[in-house]
């Protein structure tokens, strides 16, 4: 079984900045690659970013410049600094690992508000 953590979310006011992490325990085979996804109220669940095991990185347009995705291979690990938050970056974030199956984590709420 493939345990996903997530951890770092909150509120904070618009221009501020938050790191999430993501961690990933258990039967995990392989991990090749990790990424953040998130969903705000009403809306689908949409890609922010994502990391291969080499390193190779992809933002979804909305938070390029702004988001910076990065692993810690060894302990399973990904993060995601989030600088210049803006309102509508609020959402549950979540967490997912693949190593030729998916497994998620159960997301974190970042609030971007004054």
């Known amino acids: 079984q493939v345990r996903v953590v997530e951890s770092g979310g909150g509120l904070v006011q618009p221009g501020g900045s938050l790191r999430l992490s993501c961690a990933a325990s258990g039967s995990i085979f392989s991990i090749i690659a990790m990424a953040w996804y998130r969903q705000a109220p009403g809306k689908q669940r949409e890609l922010v970013a994502s990391i291969t095991r080499r390193g190779s990185t992809n933002y979804a347009d909305s938070v390029k410049g702004r988001f910076t995705i990065s692993r810690d291979n060894a302990k399973d690990t990904v993060y995601l600094q989030m600088n210049s938050l803006k309102p509508e970056d609020t959402a549950v974030y979540y967490c997912?690992?693949?190593?030729?199956?998916?497994?998620w984590g159960k997301g974190t709420l970042v609030t971007v508000s004054s």
């Open positions: 997912n690992v693949n190593d030729g199956m998916d497994h």
